[in-house]
């Protein structure tokens, strides 16, 4: 049997890692076959925006999301333990945290961020940053054996999600006999504190003979099954990896995880052990972990490997599947955003909006010298810098004025080969309008305050940096991005060396009117040329509801010759507007549209076609067939009289 054949086999075995929540494209639980040559391809995808899901309950399938929609229970834990804030608990779902860490004094601090989630998932083919040759690194696996001559495949199918606590859950069972980390992975019994940040690493990896040498230490020179059971006793690969991970992500490691994390990594256990359909020349090895901090680990090798490191954020529900040949991997994963999108405010159009910006995920200052990981946040750290940049963090006390940094902005020119695709929904948001709030406590109070400024409407594209309108689709509500781009950073006006946002920075408003409602009157089936008619506008949202607006419709016609009352209205909180409409060509396809000044990509609406027609003294030239029969009717009518 060829390698990828088997590879296939095996990797197919594990269908227990698949997504249930609704994701048109997650990563699947079968890694690529082989590696086809050719240039780095990264497709970066954002939507589902506001969900969350809840995890199965039941152990069989090991963590998937159901379809239920709900906040998990650790967000409840990080009340408890983090003072955080759980704004709504329903769809669309909307959280709040405490910005700076609790290791930054902040020069001015920026309060809180309210933020929800939305789903990441990142397709990538030949990163040539990894591989398994004797002169590479795969990055995401230890190293065990270095003086191996390399090369081999090794697929990785993991997860990586946040461990539930309360009762009959995942922190409970860890310790006793009913997680599947028991009785599926073989992982001895732990006893855990319940914070809301246990971050569970499973799954399955499978390695050729060349990469068990390597990366299991394995002779390879026999039955690899063998050889595996034999190098494994008592967990000892399982330790070896642990140790690995440990040295580079914990405390002073080139990764150290710490400016990610406020703690370096903490990892429990990882277990390794093999799955009965291995094969004596490929091995399908079963992977658990329990940590505190895998999740950043995770992240740190994104930055690394050059799979992600200018979006980079704290995550749930990740799936990962990889391919790692001798010179380059194919990577898939996805997972639900955290802390990352944040409510704010345009300034353009003041409305209430949603922010996500490239960043990098450090947010705290270095603690150990070089070679320890430097942290990307030092330039920006209030404690190295006075430095600032504006807030928009609706309900902040410092809402409109300049802030501490709390994030590292990153500058993310698209390169070739670099994708983002961003699906905006097509459903009612929540929006929260820009205010000064009465402090920045986290608590019942400060979450009823915040949805005392909240309002309902449609996500729209809104005023972000570059200007983003000729990357965007109104109609299916996408935008796309392809490189290579090559915007102008976007730079601190005291510190140019220095990203005063992200950039690219994506704002959507979220507008109470949908569309403009467009009506003739009175309502007619055929119009004639010369004769004045009112126009009706009427302000909707996505119901179909009209709604109090406050915008401005241009109103415009294929009709060269129309004259209309007025070209353009601005509404003053209201819903209506009337103006006087004269068609001035025969035509059976008359359109009158209206077009909003703030947002023309996703705010419009249309009247037509409209039968335009004359009566015969004006030289009829084209006459509709529905205005054929009246005017027939009409001609008759005046012979007769005459």
């Known amino acids: 049997m060829a390698i990828a054949a088997m590879v296939t086999m095996i990797a197919t075995s594990f269908a227990i890692v698949v997504q249930t929540a609704p994701w048109k494209s997650d990563a699947g639980d079968s890694p690529a076959e082989t590696l086809a040559p050719g240039p780095r391809e990264v497709t970066y995808e954002i939507g589902h925006f506001f969900e969350s899901y809840l995890k199965n309950t039941n152990y069989a399938y090991q963590g998937n999301r159901t379809n239920t929609p709900g906040l998990n229970p650790w967000w409840d834990a990080r009340v408890t333990n983090y003072k955080e804030l759980i704004v709504r608990n329903t769809y669309p779902f909307v959280l709040g945290y405490t910005l700076e860490s ?54 990785l199918q993991w997860r990586s999600d946040v461990a539930t606590p309360k009762e009959i859950a995942d922190i ?24 809301g940040y246990w971050n569970e690493l499973y ?15 394995l002779p390879g ?16 690969i399982g330790l070896l990896w642990l140790n690995d991970w440990i040295t580079e992500t914990g405390g002073g490691g080139i ?82 955003v955290q802390y990352a999108m944040l409510g704010w405010n345009d300034q353009v159009t003041g409305k209430a909006a949603w922010m996500l910006e490239a960043t990098n995920i450090d947010y705290v200052g270095s603690a150990d010298p070089p070679p320890a990981w430097q942290s990307r946040f030092n330039p920006y750290d209030p404690e190295q810098t006075d430095a600032t940049r504006l807030s928009l963090l609706p309900g902040t006390i410092m809402y409109g004025q300049q802030v501490s940094y709390y994030t590292t902005p990153m500058f993310w020119n698209l390169a070739s080969g670099e994708r983002i695709i961003v699906q905006l929904p097509t459903r009612m948001e929540v929006g929260y309008a820009g205010y000064v709030g009465t402090s920045d406590a986290l608590n019942a109070a400060k979450a009823v305050e915040l949805n005392g400024h909240a309002y309902w409407g449609e996500m729209v594209l809104g005023n972000g940096l570059p200007d983003m309108d000729s990357y965007y689709n109104g109609a299916t509500k996408t935008l796309t991005i392809n490189g290579p781009t090559s915007w102008t950073r976007n730079q601190n006006p005291s510190y140019p060396e220095l990203n005063y946002t992200g950039e690219p920075q994506f704002i959507f408003d979220i507008t ?8 003739v009157l009175p309502v007619q089936a055929v119009y004639i040329v010369g004769d004045v008619y009112t126009l009706n506008v009427t302000a909707r949202d996505l119901n179909g509801t009209a709604v109090p607006w406050d915008g401005t419709i241009t109103l415009s016609s294929n009709d060269p010759l129309i004259v209309l009352g007025d070209t353009t209205h601005t509404f003053t909180n209201t819903s209506y507007w009337e103006t ?10 008359t359109y009158v549209n209206g077009t909003d000044t703030w947002f023309p990509m996703d705010i419009d609406g249309v009247k037509g076609p409209i039968v335009a027609t004359g009566i015969p003294e004006f030289g009829l030239l084209v006459i509709p067939v529905i205005g054929a029969a009246l005017m027939f009717a009409v001609y008759r009518k005046r012979r007769k009289d005459a």
Request: glycine share 8%.
């Open 203 to 217: 799954g399955h990896m499978t390695f050729d003979r060349e990469a068990a040498k390597t990366y299991l230490g």
């Open 255 to 336: 990764y150290d995880i710490a400016a990610a994390y406020e703690y370096s990594n903490d990892i429990r256990q990882v277990v390794l052990t093999m799955d009965p359909t291995s094969l004596p020349d490929l091995l399908n090895i079963r992977i658990w972990s329990i940590s505190w901090g895998n999740d950043m680990m995770l992240m740190r090798y994104f930055d690394v490997s050059g799979l992600n490191k200018y979006m980079e954020t704290y995550f749930e529900d990740m799936y990962f599947n990889a391919t790692i040949g001798v010179a380059s991997a194919d990577i898939d994963t996805s997972y639900y």
């Open 172 to 195: 409970k069972s860890i310790s006793g006999n009913g997680h599947f980390a028991r009785t599926y992975y073989g992982a001895p019994r732990i006893n855990l504190i319940d914070d």
């Open 580 to 589: 006087t409409v004269t068609f001035g060509t025969v035509s059976w396809n």
């Open 221 to 236: 020179v026999g039955d690899l099954m063998t050889e595996f059971t034999a190098a494994n006793s008592g967990n000892a």
């Open 102 to 155: 609790g290791m930054t004094n902040a020069d001015i601090d920026p309060g809180f961020g309210v933020h929800s989630l939305a789903r990441l998932h990142i397709a990538a083919k030949n990163l040539t940053t990894m591989g398994t040759a004797h002169t590479m690194d795969p990055i995401f696996i230890p190293i065990l054996n270095p003086n191996t001559p390399g090369g081999g495949n090794v697929t």
């Open 512 to 519: 109470r009117v949908s569309t403009y409602d467009i009506t």
